[in-house]
């Protein structure tokens, strides 16, 4: 199937197809027949099936409590320099590998194979990340790639910035429910077992709680084998976890809905791809590579972002690590070469817009 589709344009069109597999391969490679069309350059509408009445409580109570439960940090008592750096290198190993790597690029894009041990050991990273199972970020991610800013993309920036960063998940919206959705995007994530029960069952939960505990308990054991007493260790097992999940969680999740908002709005662009994804330089020093965003809407299936020199990508860079100890396979490079000179926005976009 990779050969079948190596050829063909980013933006070819849905293929005709009776067999769900190839309509299936249509959402990894990002084709899609709206991008066609010219790209939208104006305030879009909210999508038409959302109900701004309706909280998705959930979501709101858990985004809600998780940053104020980070401003924690800020108090003298919860500060540790291991719980920074804790917090700092989970952006990289949680928000990196279990997020960008697994859930985006393995998942979602199908970019790269990887031992079923690896890859839901990385699915277990990203579920640490607290943005719902891989089979609801996948659903969620290929239904954007299929209506890139159009009224129907779940989370595109032209409709506001606060919507494209985080709005979009607050409130309803019919198009996102879980069954319809995961019936047209995400079946052939629910055929492995352990990603349905990541759905069914407590899994899921039972995972982020048992995180917590890792850092806390870890703390608090790391500071009685150094000497420390009940009320020390007690401290440095809560400073740990504040910052080791609460302050990283928090900043894995504004680092990736940047991807969502700042890198539909500025930047520069080596494709012409029929909507708004920009390569933006802060976003791809955040994601390690994700940040090269208009080159992954050009060639969704290709597990290299950077597609310049100078476009530094370090998850892929990871990938072939895994690929030259026999971790990961079929890896899957640019499949067209440039075509453009990089055109710099400097957010006049952003003005001719209204945003």
Known sequence: MIDEWAGAPPHAGIRAASDAATVRETFVTGSHSTACSDPTTHRLPLPAAVDRRRIVWSYAITVGLYHLVALLALLPWCFSRTGLVLALVGVYVFGGLGINLCYHRLLTHRGLVCPKWLEHGFAILGVCCMQDTPARWVAVHRRHHEHSDRQEDPHSPLVAFFWGHVGWMLVENRDLARLGIYDRYAKDILRDPFYRRLERTLL????????WAVFFLGGVAASLLSGGDAAEAGRFGASLLIWGVFVRVVLV???????????????????????????????????????????????????????????????????R?????????????????????????????????GL
């Open 321 to 353: 690590v895994l690929e030259s100890v026999g971790l990961a396979w079929d890896v899957c490079q640019p499949r067209q070469p440039l075509t453009a000179t990089p055109t710099v926005d400097r957010g006049a976009i952003r003005q001719k817009r």
């Open 253 to 319: 999740w504004h680092i990736t809905w940047s991807v969502n908002s700042l890198a539909h709005l500025w930047g520069y662009r080596n494709y012409d791809t029929g909507e708004q994804s920009r390569n933006n330089w802060l976003v791809a020093i955040l994601t390690s590579g994700e940040g090269w965003h208009n080159n992954h809407h050009a060639d969704p299936r290709s597990a290299r972002h950077g597609h310049r020199r100078w476009e530094i990508d370090l998850i892929f860079a990871f990938i």
């Open 204 to 211: 899921y939960p039972i995972i982020v709680l048992s995180s």
